[in-house]
């Protein structure tokens, strides 16, 4: 059975840091992402990694939030810094197997103060 299990939301001032994980289990997956879906908003991307480590990053976090991810572990990090208020959203893990099967996190809340 396929899981991804998100960790590492919370509360932070404006301008802090917070790092999300992911730990992904029961299968070999490719692409893993991270989105995100705000109060009133569509689920954003905002960034995204390949087995090899290549990344892409949305507009709205690039040079703010570093994607990683650790193979042997099965886990993808998402290093949040100078969060805004904006930020503030549900987070999701993504993740697309090797049978191209597509998978989501339950998601964790990211609440940025001002």
């Known amino acids: 059975q396929v899981q991804l299990v998100e960790s590492g939301g919370g509360l932070v001032q404006a301008g802090g840091s917070l790092r999300l994980s992911c730990a992904a289990s029961g299968s070999i997956f490719s692409i893993m992402a991270w989105y995100r879906q705000g109060p009133g908003k569509q689920r954003e991307l905002l960034a995204l990694?390949?087995?090899?480590?290549?990344?892409n990053y949305g507009d709205s976090v690039k040079g703010r939030f570093t994607i990683s991810r650790d193979n042997a572990k099965n886990t993808m990090y998402l290093q949040m810094n100078s969060l805004k208020p904006e930020d503030t959203a549900v987070y999701y893990c993504?993740?697309?197997?090797?049978?191209?099967?597509?998978?989501w996190g339950q998601g964790t809340q990211v609440t940025v103060s001002s």
């Open positions: 993504y993740a697309r197997d090797n049978r191209d099967l597509r998978y």
């Open positions: 990694i390949t087995p090899g480590g290549s990344t």
